[in-house]
């Protein structure tokens, strides 16, 4: 057997790390598990933001919008199965998967914001 390297490992972790479905996170834990207060949800999700900003500073931005949007539709397939809003009015306007959709762009503009900060300060 070959011997994986270094380098492998850590772009396998970063994949997995970006893989993660945070857009679907974010809501089922504000709507499911914490209905009263959203900043266990908010912490979560900037603390992932960050360390996915700075994981991703040796991946090319187009590989992680790639990612992104991938995580964004496995994101809206899970709101689909699990999200069950506490009200008629938790949505709206807008609907679930625009809710989804616009987290997850949230989430990818700080992602992409981290890294561009995190590779000047590497340099």
Known sequence: ????????????????????????????IE???????????FL?????????????????????????ILSNLLSMVLGRMFIISPNES?????GMNFAIIFTGSIILTGILTIRLLASRIFK
């Open 90 to 94: 938790w949505f709206n306007p807008f």
């Open 44 to 68: 979560g999700t900037l603390l992932f933001i960050v360390l996915a900003g700075i994981i991703s500073v040796k991946i090319k931005s187009n590989f992680i919008i790639l990612i992104s």
């Open 31 to 41: 709507t499911s598990l914490f209905t009263n207060s959203s900043m266990f949800a």
């Open 1 to 28: 057997m070959k011997d994986i390297s270094r380098g492998s490992y850590i772009k396998l972790i970063n994949l997995v790390i970006l893989l993660i479905p945070m857009p679907f996170l974010f809501h089922y």
